[in-house]
C-alpha cells in the first residue's frame, strides 16, 4: 500500500537525550514536512523539504534537526537543546508542494 | 507564527445544521487547503483552492476564497454526528511553506 508511515507512535524520552523520529514515505512525493502539535493547538511547522540534500528551517526549528539523504525519508531529532519536547508530532508529505499534503499518524513524544 | 487563524475556536451544532467556518491569512499564498483531524490522528486532506478560484465545491462541502480580504470560509451542509472533528485551513506561500491554522473544533450533535 501507498502511504506515509511515521515510527514509532509513542515515544519516551528522558530528559537531556536526543530522540529521532522516523517518517517514510513511498508515495514519490519530493515535499516532505514535520509539524508539532500540542494539545488542544493548531500545527506548528518545524523544518521542511522540497528535495533531496535540501531543507528549511520552519516557524519553531530551534531544538530540531533534520536530514534529506534519499527521496523517501526525512527523519526528525529531538536535541537535549529542546526544553519542552513533550508533544505530538506529525510528518506530512506532498508531490511538488503544490498539492495537497499526506500525514502520517503521527508520533506522541513524552519526557519522563 | 501562525499563518491562518480560524473562527470560530469551537463550534456546537444540531445533526442537520449546517457549520461555518473562517480563515484568515497574513501573506500572498499559491493554495489554501482545508484539512481535519479527529482526536489524536493525521490530517486528512479535505478540499484544495488555488488563488485563482473564488469557489469550491466537494460533495458536503463548499469552500470560498477572497484573496482581497485573505479571508477562506469552508461550509459543511447537512452535518452528521460524523462530521465531528477539528478543521484545519492551511496556505502554501510561494516559498512552498504549508502553514497550517489555529482550527475550529466542531462538535455535531446527534
Known amino acids: 500500500d501507498g502511504g506515509i508511515t511515521q515510527s514509532p507512535k509513542y515515544l519516551f524520552r528522558k530528559e537531556g537525550q536526543n530522540v529521532t523520529l522516523s517518517c517514510e514515505q513511498n508515495?514519490?512525493?519530493?515535499?516532505m514536512y514535520w509539524y508539532r502539535q500540542d494539545p488542544g493547538q493548531g500545527l506548528r511547522l518545524i523544518y521542511y523539504s522540497q528535495i533531496v540534500n535540501d531543507f528549511q528551517k520552519g516557524d519553531i526549528a530551534e531544538g530540531y534537526s533534520v536530514s534529506r539523504e534519499k527521496k523517501e525519508s526525512f527523519p526528525l531529532t529531538v536535541t537535549s537543546a529542546q526544553k519542552n519536547p513533550t508533544a505530538f508530532y506529525l510528518c506530512?508529505?506532498?508531490?511538488?508542494?503544490?498539492?495537497?499534503?499526506?500525514f502520517g499518524q503521527g508520533t506522541r513524544l513524552t519526557v519522563v | 507564527s501562525q499563518q491562518g487563524e480560524e473562527d470560530p475556536q469551537a463550534l456546537s451544532i444540531q445533526e442537520g445544521e449546517n457549520a461555518t467556518m473562517n480563515c484568515s491569512y497574513k501573506t500572498s499564498i499559491n493554495n489554501l487547503q482545508w484539512y481535519r483531524q479527529n482526536s489524536g490522528r493525521g490530517l486528512v486532506h479535505l478540499i484544495l483552492?488555488?488563488?485563482?478560484?473564488r469557489e469550491k465545491h466537494s460533495g458536503r462541502l463548499r469552500v470560498t476564497l477572497d484573496t482581497s480580504k485573505k479571508s477562506s470560509s469552508l461550509l459543511i451542509t447537512a452535518s452528521r454526528a460524523a462530521d465531528t472533528a477539528s478543521y484545519f485551513c492551511a496556505t502554501l506561500d510561494s516559498s512552498y511553506k504549508l502553514i497550517f491554522g489555529s482550527g475550529t473544533r466542531l462538535l455535531v450533535r446527534p
Open positions: 506530512a508529505s506532498s508531490v511538488k508542494g503544490d498539492t495537497e499534503a499526506f
Open positions: 483552492i488555488r488563488s485563482n478560484e
Open positions: 508515495l514519490n512525493h519530493d515535499a
